[in-house]
């Protein structure tokens, strides 16, 4: 099966042996996308703002490949804390209608840059 690589400009570079995201069949693999802003290297502060910024990653690298949010078939949301969740599930939700992809959140002891937030998603072409 042939083996696609997705890089954008507009979502943060990787800083480490690994793509933004792979497509292999009619599937795409995303790497977890922490709340960077990829002009600047700016992290907001607030979870909402962190999450805001994690979807606006994941959204540029699917328009990278063609697709869109409504191709999302599951996402992992890793928090730092998860007495964020309720804050975080209130944005997430707003970046989705009626389509909602599986999930699943754990909370982890530390993200990368410390942030508050990192989301891994797999979308398809179907």
Partial sequence: ??????????APAAIGP????VVVGDMLFASGQIPVDPATGAVPETIGEQTAQVFANIQAILAEAGLTLDNLVKT???????????????VYASFFKERFP??????????????????EAVASFR
């Fill in 76 to 90: 992992t949301v890793f928090l730092k804390d998860m007495n964020d969740f309720a804050a975080m599930n209130e």
């Fill in 18 to 21: 690994y793509a933004q995201a």
């Fill in 1 to 10: 099966m042939e083996r696609k690589t997705i890089q954008t400009n507009k």
């Fill in 102 to 119: 599986a999930r699943s959140t754990v909370e982890v002891a530390r993200l990368p840059k410390d942030v508050k937030v990192e989301i």
